[in-house]
């Protein structure tokens, strides 16, 4: 009784994959990027006296494809994460 109940816990653990349209994925993440760019025009037209010279940001993945920041619609289950690394050009 006891291995059963044992098994019957480990199998409701189990995350399943589950395959999602690449093309859900690209625009989920174009969404995600787009917000970025939003976030980053915004600092620059509050602290223009300060240069980033990179920035790191750590986005979830939903089990659906979702991209975002962890705690908003993307949710904090079955997740993996993206790292994102943004350098300030050479030019610039």
């Not at 653990?13 to 939003?38: G, H, P, Q, T």
């Not at 997740?79 to 050009?89: D, E, L, N, Q």
């Amino acid at each position: 009784m006891r291995e059963a109940g044992l098994k019957d816990a480990v199998k409701r653990l189990i995350v399943k994959s589950k395959e999602i349209a690449v093309n859900d994925f690209k625009e989920n993440l174009s969404r995600f990027l787009l917000n970025v760019e939003d976030i980053f025009s915004t600092a620059k037209e509050r602290y223009d006296d300060f240069i980033m010279d990179s920035i790191e940001i750590n986005a979830e993945v939903s089990a659906d494809g979702k991209v975002g920041f962890m705690g908003t619609e993307v949710g904090i289950s079955g997740t993996h994460g993206i790292k994102f690394v943004f350098k300030r050009s050479a030019s610039i």
